[in-house]
């Protein structure tokens, strides 16, 4: 049977930040989410050229090389548009993506192919149990795994922005990948930290059990995070698989390459690493422009206007089609 998906997409500015520095892309057998950091409007950038780089080179399925060499291309791309323009120095982004795998010569996906760089989500919604199927590349989750703080805590610690991998930090880049099988009415949810440090994991199972339609569910989920303040840009893909092989949902295994974020931090010097709860960018640009002034010397984040109405950035995208 040839697989198929539904999916919705959505990500919004939230109600503290004046631009939305995330991005997301959605197509048949391709989901991407990647939020941006940086000062001035780096964080856009970044995360615009990493989906562009990601989804430069053809639709799903691809091969699970082609998905790799996709990630190390958007690094590359990020690293160089950064070397060009002093004022995107520093940028980065995280980046996590689902997308259906296919073996070298054969036109049928056969399985999913999951890669993680970053903060930013993939969870898996499967026989009514949702599972986060990354693992976060950051601080906070390293003090998690330590025992140092608590999940709760995990989800205040003013620290919780530092993050341990991303891409734009240099040309050695690690990346965490799996492989599942593509099982028939599983839901995959990818979402940047601006949703998941606003609603809990239980909330976010509860809404997938609600709700069947991917794009009502990331409606639901990103109205969730604003409710509870959205101080963080928040994005969700929601892809579901509609049709394709029926059997029972196997485990998820632990990731196929790259070991865990090392505990040993920083891993990235902190300097180096994004402090994206700073409010970045300036208000009156132009989101759609992928050029920002060369302005070194003055940075208009220091003085964002409070008054610019938030979800003026919203995009949307939902579409029903089978791969
Ligand atoms: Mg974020």
């Known amino acids: 049977m040839t697989v198929g998906f539904r999916w919705g997409a959505l990500t919004d500015v939230g109600r503290v930040r004046e631009i939305n520095q995330d991005a997301v892309h959605a197509e048949a057998g391709l989901f991407i989410v990647a939020d941006g950091m940086g000062g001035h409007r780096g964080g856009e950038v970044a995360s615009a050229v990493a989906i562009a780089s990601m989804t430069d080179g053809g639709q799903a399925p691809i091969t699970l090389d082609q998905l790799l060499a996709r990630v190390h291309g958007a690094n590359a791309a990020i690293l160089e548009r950064a070397a060009g323009d002093a004022a995107l120095a520093g940028m980065g982004t995280t980046v996590c993506a689902v997308a259906a795998l296919a073996d070298p010569g054969e036109a049928e996906p056969n399985r999913l192919g999951i890669v993680n760089v970053g903060d930013s989500r993939v969870y898996r919604f499967a026989d009514d149990q949702l599972v986060q199927v990354t693992e976060d590349h950051s ?50 949810l990818l979402c940047s930290d601006g949703l998941f440090n606003e609603v809990g994991d239980d909330q976010i199972a509860a809404v997938l059990r609600r709700l069947a339609d991917p794009a009502q569910v990331a409606d639901e989920l990103v109205r969730l995070a604003n409710d509870s303040g959205s101080r963080d840009n928040v994005s969700v893909v929601v892809a579901a698989v509609d049709t394709g092989p029926d059997e029972s949902a ?28 700073d409010p970045v ?36 995208w939902w579409k029903r089609r089978g791969t």
Do not use: K
């Open 281 to 316: 960018g300036d208000p009156a640009a132009d989101p759609a422009a992928d050029d920002p002034p060369a302005d070194p010397a003055g940075d208009p984040a220091a003085d964002p206007d409070p008054s610019a109405p938030a979800g003026r950035r919203r995009r949307r």
């Open 139 to 188: 601080l906070v989750e390293t003090l998690l795994r330590e025992g140092r703080i608590s999940a709760d805590e995990a989800r205040t610690h003013p620290h919780r922005n530092i993050l341990t991998r991303a891409l734009g930090i240099g040309s050695d880049l690690e990346v965490d990948y799996w492989e599942l099988p593509i099982h028939l009415g599983d839901r995959y």
């Open 250 to 277: 196997p485990p998820i295994p632990e990731p196929r390459g790259s070991a865990p974020a090392t505990a040993e931090f920083p891993a990235v010097d902190p300097q180096v690493a994004f402090a994206v709860d």
